[in-house]
C-alpha cells in the first residue's frame, strides 16, 4: 500500500471530478493514475507536459549515473534525495509540478525504485486515454523484423483497428517463456509460449500419476 496518498499529500483541487480510462491495479499503476488524475484536473494541457516529461524522464535514467545511484541507492540521506530529485528535474527538462511531486511521493515512501515502472504504467494510461489499444507481445528473445512486422500487419487488418483505433505495437524480451509468444491486448491474453505447454504437460502428468 502507499504509505502517503498522492492527491492527499499535494492536495490537489477536487471539484471536477475525474476518472481515468482504465482501472491498473499494481502498486506503480496506483501512483501513475494519482497522478494522471492529477493533470488532468489542471487541464489537458497539463495532462500533455506530464507525459511528455515522464517519459523523458524515464529515458534519462540509464543515461545518468547521479540519476540511475538516486533510483536505485536505498542508502542516500533524505537530503540527498531531494537534491537528487532537483537534479533529475533538471536534468530531463521537467518542470510541472505534479512530476516533481510524483517523484517527491515515491522517495518518501521509499518507492523510487520503481520509478520506471509508474511511467511505464501512466504511458498505459495516456495510450488508453488517446483511445489506443496496447498490444504487447512478449518472446523468449528479442523478435526479428520480419516477424515483428507480420505481427503489425496482422493487427492493422484486425477487428479493433477497424474499430478505427490506434495500435501500439510494444514487443518485450521474457526469456522465462522459453520460446513462442504472449500476446496481450485490452483484457485477453493469448498465450503460445513453450512454458505454457510445459506447465500444461506437467499438470497432465500429475493428474495421472
Do not use: C
Request: proline share 3%; net charge positive.
Amino acid at each position: 500500500m502507499m504509505n502517503r496518498s498522492f492527491n492527499s499529500v499535494r492536495g490537489y483541487a477536487t471539484q471536477a471530478k475525474v476518472s481515468p480510462p482504465i482501472t491498473l491495479y499494481s502498486l506503480p499503476g496506483k501512483y501513475a493514475t494519482a497522478a494522471y488524475t492529477a493533470a488532468l484536473k489542471e487541464s489537458p494541457k497539463s495532462l500533455t507536459q506530464v507525459a511528455t516529461e515522464l517519459s523523458g524522464l524515464k529515458a534519462s535514467i540509464p543515461k545518468n549515473d547521479k540519476l540511475l545511484d538516486l533510483i536505485t541507492n536505498p542508502t542516500l540521506s533524505n537530503d540527498a534525495r531531494v537534491q537528487g530529485i532537483e537534479e533529475a528535474l533538471k536534468f530531463s527538462g521537467a518542470k510541472s509540478e505534479i512530476t516533481k511531486n510524483l517523484l517527491s511521493t515515491l522517495s518518501e515512501n521509499g518507492r523510487l525504485a520503481s520509478t520506471s515502472k509508474v511511467v511505464e504504467e501512466f504511458e498505459k494510461l495516456i495510450s488508453a486515454h488517446n483511445g489506443d489499444v496496447e498490444v504487447v507481445v512478449e518472446s523468449a528473445q528479442e523478435l526479428d523484423s520480419k516477424l515483428q512486422s507480420r505481427l503489425e500487419a496482422t493487427l492493422k487488418n484486425s477487428s479493433i483497428a477497424a474499430e478505427g483505433k490506434k495500435i501500439k505495437f510494444v514487443s518485450k524480451v521474457n526469456p522465462a517463456l522459453l520460446g513462442g509468444l504472449v500476446v496481450e491486448f485490452g483484457e485477453k491474453t493469448v498465450d503460445l509460449s513453450v512454458a505454457s505447454k510445459v506447465n500444461k504437460l506437467n499438470n497432465l502428468i500429475k493428474q495421472s500419476v
